[in-house]
Nanobody, 119 residues
Framework: QVQLVESGGGLVQAGGSLRLSCTAS????????MGWFRQAPGKERELVTS????????YYDESVKGRFTISRNIRAPSVYLQMNSLKTEDTAIYYC????????????WGQGTQVTVSS
C-alpha cells in the first residue's frame, strides 16, 4: 500500500501560477506511474497529467498542454505539478494518485487539495 499527501493548493488569480506537491510513503518501490487528477463541482474526476516512474514519459490532457508541467523525484519519492497561466476552468480539487505494479488502474489516492482560480 502507498500513502500520498498533497500540498500547495490555494487561491490565485487567472493568469497566475501554483505548484502542487505530492509525497509518497509506504510500498513506494512498487510505483510504476503517478498522476494528477482533478474534479470540478458537478463533474467527474478526470486525469490531467501522468508520469511513468521508470523513464519519465509524460501524458497531458489537451486542456492543460503547454501550461502544466509534471515532474518527479524518485528518491523523495514525490511528484510535482507546476501550473502556469491558470484559467478559471482549472478550478477543482486536485488529487495525486499512484499506479502500482500488477495493477491496471490508479489505486492509491491522496486526500486532495483545492485549487481556486478567480477571474
Amino acid at each position: 500500500q502507498v500513502q500520498l499527501v498533497e500540498s500547495g493548493g490555494g487561491l490565485v488569480q487567472a493568469g497566475g501560477s501554483l505548484r502542487l506537491s505530492c509525497t509518497a510513503s509506504g510500498s513506494t518501490i512498487y510505483i510504476i506511474a503517478m498522476g494528477w487528477f482533478r474534479q470540478a463541482p458537478g463533474k467527474e474526476r478526470e486525469l490531467v497529467t501522468s508520469i511513468r516512474w521508470s523513464n519519465g514519459n509524460t501524458y497531458y490532457d489537451e486542456s492543460v498542454k503547454g501550461r502544466f508541467t509534471i515532474s518527479r523525484n524518485i528518491r523523495a519519492p514525490s511528484v510535482y505539478l507546476q501550473m502556469n497561466s491558470l484559467k478559471t476552468e482549472d478550478t477543482a480539487i486536485y488529487y495525486c494518485a499512484a499506479q502500482l505494479q500488477g495493477r491496471d488502474k490508479y489505486g492509491s489516492w491522496g486526500q486532495g487539495t483545492q485549487v481556486t482560480v478567480s477571474s
